[in-house]
């Protein structure tokens, strides 16, 4: 399974998009391809999409948590990495010693 959301892709890309995923919402795909065509899709996509694209992208892994995580672009969530887990970080607190906290 792949799941892509964007905060806007170029028209081209939208449209290819549309082939081989379903958009339940404005610029959110997702589709159950298997990982070989995922890809593809998320080479074309690097290759494609300029950075105001916004591009995050979830791919399904067979590997603990069970998905891959890539952020293209501008998008409004950072992508952090914590013993192997990606998360997303939802909102950075500054701390009193200048270091971010992450707030959950």
């Known amino acids: 399974m792949l799941m892509?959301?964007?905060n806007d892709l170029p028209p081209a890309v939208r449209g290819r998009m549309k082939l081989w995923f379903v958009e339940p919402k404005a610029n959110v795909f997702i589709s159950g391809i298997k990982n070989s065509t995922a890809d593809t899709v998320i080479k074309y996509l690097h290759k494609h999409c300029p950075p105001e694209?916004?591009?995050m992208i979830f791919q399904e892994s067979n590997?603990?948590?069970g998905y891959?995580?890539?952020g293209i672009g501008d998008h409004t969530r950072k992508?952090?990495?914590i013993d192997g887990l990606q998360l997303v970080i939802e909102k950075e607190l500054p701390s009193q010693h200048?270091?971010?906290h992450i707030a959950g």
Do not use: N
Request: aromatic share 6%; net charge positive; glycine share 12%.
């Open 4 to 6: 892509v959301i964007a």
């Open 53 to 55: 694209s916004g591009l």
């Open 63 to 65: 590997r603990t948590p």
């Open 68 to 70: 891959r995580m890539w």
């Open 79 to 81: 992508i952090i990495e």
């Open 98 to 100: 200048g270091t971010p």
